[in-house]
């Protein structure tokens, strides 16, 4: 009799009929896809547990009858970490959206697994807080995914990505057993930080229930500007003077290549707030608590690049409206259907003062590959992430090729071949550019331990 055979009974025995659904009577179309990838593997039973107590008897049937879990959250990822890509009962957090405590004396708050990014936020601005981890998927991205898969976003320079912001964890092994360690404590040096563990591990460890969450002083100022360099030498220039002279109020330092920059504003018919004709052009973001003292600090700091080079010119923000024009060039990827379709995207790491050297020599060699190849750049580059974009031709500039020149330069480079969206079913054929075989057999230990039948998210990340 086949492993599977008789877990969507004993699922529903033990959980009841409106937590396990079954796949032949229900259409679980849409459960098959993440933001970019589909597994079209078999699906026994879908499990929607409505607390820890049920994740934790859904993992224990399957592990004593031998049958894989997929664990899902907000299916936003852009690895394809929770698609099925071998015969599973998937396990979605989706109903476990209770916000448990909001606890101000330790500028915490304490969710269930399947709480959204956005509630999040809003929950932590109402009581005057302030939860840093932002993102476009933020309307979907679940609190668990998100821990899953370490998203960082577009705030990691000042205060992290969300290994920074988890202070403590609940989760679910695969046999079943809870690991309850919601910590609230910034100091906590008790033995091994377990937590750290199931961060970024998208989800090959166990399940995530809950979680205590990091807040912060909502902000009460804001100064954007966009500043034009020359040459990468001189964005670095700029980056060490805005460092210097912004401390940790510095939040966001995002530099354009030229080309990434013509492509978000003309393509989109935007005006371009500086003229084109120069090499790089940076977004600089501050917060502070004092608006009119931060414009002073922040058109000092800004003229003082002027005047030593570093930067040939600036505009500088005096309105919302203006600010969200700025931004809207930057967030061109969001809408590139519309300019660069189809398009590949990567996402990658690599020590910030080599990204100018690294992009200008993984565009060579792209172009010496395909003549016509349109590829475009940029990158927090504070964080040391780079993007880059490449419109695919099908029959011609095809996704595998473009991934063997990109992630052979990254490797070459000492770089990651993920900073912030994880291995998935995407990257697993790569992981050796950036991880050595020790570093992957100690992973794969590590996986040993915890998941010695290979139970949870088989066929993601190695
Ligand atoms: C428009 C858009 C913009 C984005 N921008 C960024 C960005 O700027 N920075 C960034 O870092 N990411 C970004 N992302 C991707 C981001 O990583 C995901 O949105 C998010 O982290 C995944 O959360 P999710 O709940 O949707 O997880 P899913 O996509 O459902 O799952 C992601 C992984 O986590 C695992 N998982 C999910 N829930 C659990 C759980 N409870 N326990 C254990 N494992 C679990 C899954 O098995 C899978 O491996 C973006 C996504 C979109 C759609």
């Known amino acids: 009799m086949a492993l599977g055979a008789g877990i969507l009974e004993s699922l529903r025995q033990a959980l009841g009929d409106d937590v396990v659904l079954d796949p032949a009577t229900n259409d679980i179309t849409a459960r098959r896809r993440d933001f970019s990838f589909e597994g079209t593997a078999p699906v026994l039973a879908v499990v929607l547990p409505r607390d820890t107590d049920q994740v934790s008897k859904a993992m224990r049937l399957c592990h004593e009858a031998g049958v894989a879990v997929t664990p899902q959250g907000g299916l936003s990822g852009l690895a394809g970490g929770a698609v099925p890509v071998a015969e599973s009962v998937l396990i979605s957090t989706e109903r476990m959206r209770a916000v448990e405590e909001l606890d101000p004396a330790a500028q915490t708050l304490t969710v269930q697994a399947g709480v959204v990014l956005e509630t999040i936020q809003n929950t932590a601005a109402d009581a005057g807080f302030f939860f840093p981890v932002d993102l476009g998927g933020r309307g979907s991205a679940q609190a668990g995914g998100l821990a899953s898969t370490n998203a960082g976003g577009n705030c990691v320079l000042r205060y992290g990505m969300m290994r920074e912001v988890i202070l403590g964890m609940e989760v679910v092994l695969p046999d079943g057993t809870v ?11 008790a ?137 809207a060039i930057r967030d061109t990827p969001g809408d590139y259907s519309k300019v660069l379709n189809p398009a590949i995207n990567f996402d ?57 020149i990109v992630y052979g330069c990254v490797g070459a480079f000492g770089g990651s071949i993920s900073a912030e969206h994880g291995i998935g079913i995407d990257k697993r054929d790569y992981l050796h550019h950036s991880r050595s075989p020790e570093e992957i057999a100690l992973m794969r230990r590590v996986k040993a331990a915890l998941d010695p039948a290979g139970l949870i998210n088989p066929g993601k990340v190695f």
Not at 179 to 189: E, G, P, R
Not at 287 to 292: E, K, R
Request: glycine share 10%.
């Open 179 to 189: 690991i309850t360690s919601l910590n609230k404590m910034i100091k906590n040096n």
């Open 191 to 327: 033995g091994y930080d377990l937590k750290q563990m199931f961060i970024g591990a998208e989800g090959t460890l166990g399940v995530i229930t809950r979680l205590v969450l990091r807040l912060y002083p909502a902000p009460q100022a804001t100064c954007t500007g966009l500043v034009a360099c020359a040459a990468y030498d001189d964005v670095l220039k700029l980056l060490d003077r805005c460092r210097r002279g912004f401390g940790s109020g510095l939040t966001a330092f995002e530099c354009m290549w030229a080309d990434f920059y013509r492509l978000g504003t003309d393509a989109y018919g935007r005006p371009a707030p500086l003229p084109h004709g120069h090499g790089f052009y940076v977004i600089v973001e501050t917060q502070g608590a004092d608006q009119d003292a931060d414009n002073t600090r922040f058109e000092t700091v800004i003229g003082e690049a002027m005047e030593d080079g570093a930067a040939l010119d600036a505009v500088i923000a005096r309105s919302s409206r203006e600010t969200t024009a700025l931004w």
């Open 348 to 404: 990658v790491s690599l020590s910030v003062g080599r990204i100018g050297e690294f992009a200008a020599e993984c565009h060579v060699k792209l172009a010496a590959r395909w003549g016509d190849i349109h590829d475009v750049y940029f990158g927090h580059i504070a964080d040391s992430n780079l993007h880059i974009s490449a419109r695919l031709v099908p029959g011609h500039i095809e996704p595998k090729a473009v991934k063997d």
